[in-house]
């Protein structure tokens, strides 16, 4: 049974930095694409970042790009998620999920590629 864990969220301050954390379980976890997912109060879930298996190809939404950076250690099974120069319009909940199918990257982050969904962290930034 597949497990995904996030873990980091809090209160920060604009201008602020935080890393998040996910680790996934009951998979062979370098074989898949992960991604982090927000989602903000009566908004849509909206894909923040992904990467590929290898973590050599990445993405990241346009509001994010530059401020935002992910990587994952395959030998600890975790993905993270650094995030600099918070702004307030950052705070949502985090999500990390888990591509469907070994090695598939699809090249940008879509919900429907992804299957297995941690339960989320709150992340909220003051201004």
């Known amino acids: 049974q597949v497990q995904v864990v996030e873990s980091g969220g809090r209160v920060v301050q604009a201008g602020g930095s935080l890393r998040l954390s996910c680790t996934a379980s009951?998979?062979?976890?370098?074989?898949?694409?992960m991604g982090w997912f927000r989602q903000a109060p009566g908004q849509e879930r909206e894909g923040v970042s992904c990467t590929n298996w290898s973590g050599g190809l990445t993405d990241y939404s346009y509001s994010v790009e530059g401020r935002f950076t992910i990587s994952r250690d395959n030998a600890k099974n975790t993905l993270y998620l650094q995030m600099t120069n918070l702004k307030p319009e950052d705070s949502a909940r985090y999500y990390c999920?888990?591509?469907?199918?070994?090695?598939?990257?699809?090249?940008?982050?879509?919900?429907?590629?992804?299957?297995?969904w941690g339960q989320g962290t709150e992340v909220t930034v003051s201004s």
């Open positions: 009951g998979l062979t976890f370098d074989r898949y694409t």
């Open positions: 999920a888990v591509g469907n199918d070994p090695y598939y990257f699809g090249g940008y982050c879509k919900t429907a590629d992804f299957g297995h």
